[in-house]
């Protein structure tokens, strides 16, 4: 036996380290070659970190939220003889030896998948184990506090579907939502929880860490605007009947071809501001970057060229770049180079936000949840009558140091009446 010492692989331009954001391995567990170990993040993604030998597992260089360097030891695995190629024959009795992962901390990392066991272990197990619900019970990942939570409420974790792989108590919420409980509480008898501590690392710190130096170094003022959205609602749902194959078009794709008109006449609003150098660069091309919430936290991959694109387009972009955001396989170049962002909740959106700038850009969009309510509106024998109309708020957030007041609400005029009118939005 002789241990392959494995480094840190150079995994990308001008990084110097990057963080261990969850190992999927532990020492004692037998890996194949190609096998995923690690997930580290660098300032720009996330990377799956594979095995380049078959063999054990002896040695990890650090905990989640470790920095590690571009080429020093990140794992030691103990091969055959003296080739880092063989792959060892495993025994039952090894099989069985075999300890599980430990459970990891209950933070919100990188959204990853996370796989039991392959096939062909699957197979081995089952001559050592015999299939039950409580072995199925004892394979779900979830933490010690979402497995007291699940006990004390009746629920069997097997049960419980989960997107990423891992229980969270968020599953337990759907889970309840949709099954209840065993039982009923009283009143004033809601579940006490233990108090726990989440280490912020990841994503997570990355985003508190831009979030904090937006709010920190911008002076951010926000402008909020009531749109008829009657006329374009219904625009939508004519187009929506007759896609065939293409994507359903969401609001958003029409909110991307009107700000891509606007950006001509408004083109301090489609700029990036660098503190340091004291220099503002007005970009010709729209990188719309699409605010995309993922379980681990908030991300923002990128429409490059906008401008360019139909609604279609739009659409099919939106769809595949959030698709791939959730499942954590968004490419580094989808995730940087936006100059203006759009942030939406959807049908969560609330009556007005105020967006956090996605720094160094200096202007951040947010359409509210549309809403009906009468309207006075002119009737076409004169005076005005009350009709029901379907409103939205839509909210802008801007660097008061590039953006003066008037310029953001002039813009925001400017797009109320696209969208108010939207057969120009289908005009080539």
């Not at 036996?1 to 990308?12: A, H, N, S, T």
């Not at 039991?116 to 299939?131: G, H, N, R, V, Y």
């Not at 700038?357 to 005005?384: C, Q, S, T």
């Not at 801007?398 to 005009?427: K, N, S, Y």
Request: glycine share 6%; net charge negative.
């Amino acid at each position: 036996m002789v241990d392959y010492i494995f480094k840190l692989p150079d995994i990308g331009e001008g990084i110097a380290e990057a963080e261990i954001v969850a190992w999927h391995v532990a020492v004692g567990d037998v890996v194949a070659e190609d096998q995923p170990l690690v997930d580290m993040m660098t300032d720009k993604a996330t990377v799956e970190i594979e095995s380049p030998v078959s063999g054990k597992i002896v040695r990890l260089a650090g905990a989640p939220g470790d920095q590690i360097a571009i080429g020093a030891e990140l794992v030691v695995i103990q091969v055959e003889g003296g080739s880092v190629a063989a792959t060892p024959e495993i025994s039952e009795q090894e099989v069985e030896s075999l300890a599980p992962p430990p459970e990891p901390l209950a933070e919100p990392a990188i959204a990853v998948s996370h796989e039991i066991a392959s096939e062909a272990e699957d197979d081995t197990a089952q001559q050592f184990m015999p299939l039950t619900t409580e072995n199925a019970r004892s394979k779900v990942l979830a933490s010690p506090a979402v497995r007291a939570r699940a006990k004390e409420l009746g629920i069997d974790l097997a049960l419980v579907k989960s997107a990423t792989g891992r229980i969270r108590h968020s599953d337990l919420d759907v889970y309840m939502r949709h099954n209840g409980t065993q039982g009923y509480r009283q009143a004033g008898s809601a579940a006490i929880r233990a108090d726990e501590q989440i280490k912020v690392m990841g994503l997570r710190r990355r985003i508190a860490e831009n979030m904090a130096a937006s709010k920190r170094n911008i002076p951010h003022f926000t402008y909020v605007e009531e749109i008829d959205v009657t006329a374009l609602e219904a625009i939508r749902r004519q187009l929506n009947d007759n896609r065939g194959e293409r994507p359903k078009l969401t609001i958003l794709p029409f909110l991307i071809v009107a700000i891509c008109d606007l950006i001509p006449q408004y083109p301090m609003l489609n700029a990036r501001y660098d503190d340091e150098a004291g220099v503002v660069t007005l970009h010709g091309e729209v990188h719309m970057g699409i605010a995309t919430q993922t379980d681990a936290g908030l991300m923002v991959p990128v429409i490059r060229d906008a401008q360019s694109r139909n609604l279609w387009q739009l659409a099919t972009a939106i769809v595949r770049l959030a698709e791939a955001a959730r499942a954590g396989k968004a490419r580094p170049e989808e995730l940087s180079g936006s100059t203006l962002t759009i942030t939406s909740l959807g049908a969560l959106g609330g009556i007005s936000t105020t967006p956090v700038i996605n720094r160094p850009e200096v202007a951040i969009i947010g359409p509210n949840k549309i809403v009906e309510r009468p309207m006075f509106v002119p009737h076409d024998l004169g005076g005005e009558r009350i009709e029901k109309r379907k409103l939205m708020n839509v909210s802008i957030s801007c660097d008061h140091r590039v953006v003066d007041g008037w310029d953001a609400a002039t813009f925001m005029q400017a797009l109320r009446q696209r969208l108010e009118e939207p057969i120009h939005l289908l005009a080539p």
